[in-house]
Nanobody, 118 residues
Framework: QVQLVESGGGLLQAGGSLRLSCIAS????????MGWYRQAPGKQRELVAS???????RYADSVKGRSTISRENAKNTVYLQMNSLKPEDTAVYYC????????????WGQGTQVTVSS
């Protein structure tokens, strides 16, 4: 089994910054793609950013240019730095990791609330 634990988030001011961290633990030999998703009230969960084991990144248009996703493979950890926060960034942020073993399984963290006040 694999567990993902997120940290960071909380109540933040518009224009400010946040840094989220996610550590994966358990039966892990490698992790393919790691990513951050978010879900606002009444909306579907959406991709914020993802990063492959080789470092290729992908961002949602809404956060492109003000966000950076990074990872430390040796620590099974992924980070999300987001600047110039907007009230519409308010959501529960989830970490995800695609872990190959006999097949590839996507694991999810429990989520961390990010609230941006104007």
């Amino acid at each position: 089994q694999v567990q993902l634990v997120e940290s960071g988030g909380g109540l933040l001011q518009a224009g400010g910054s946040l840094r989220l961290s996610c550590i994966a633990s358990g039966t892990i030999f490698s992790i393919n793609t790691m990513g951050w998703y978010r879900q606002a009230p009444g909306k579907q969960r959406e991709l914020v950013a993802s990063i492959t084991s080789g470092g290729s990144t992908r961002y949602a248009d809404s956060v492109k240019g003000r966000s950076t996703i990074s990872r430390e493979n040796a620590k099974n950890t992924v980070y999300l730095q987001m600047n110039s926060l907007k009230p519409e960034d308010t959501a529960v942020y989830y970490c995800a990791a695609d872990v190959p073993l006999f097949s590839t399984t996507r694991y999810w963290g429990q989520g961390t609330q990010v609230t941006v006040s104007s």
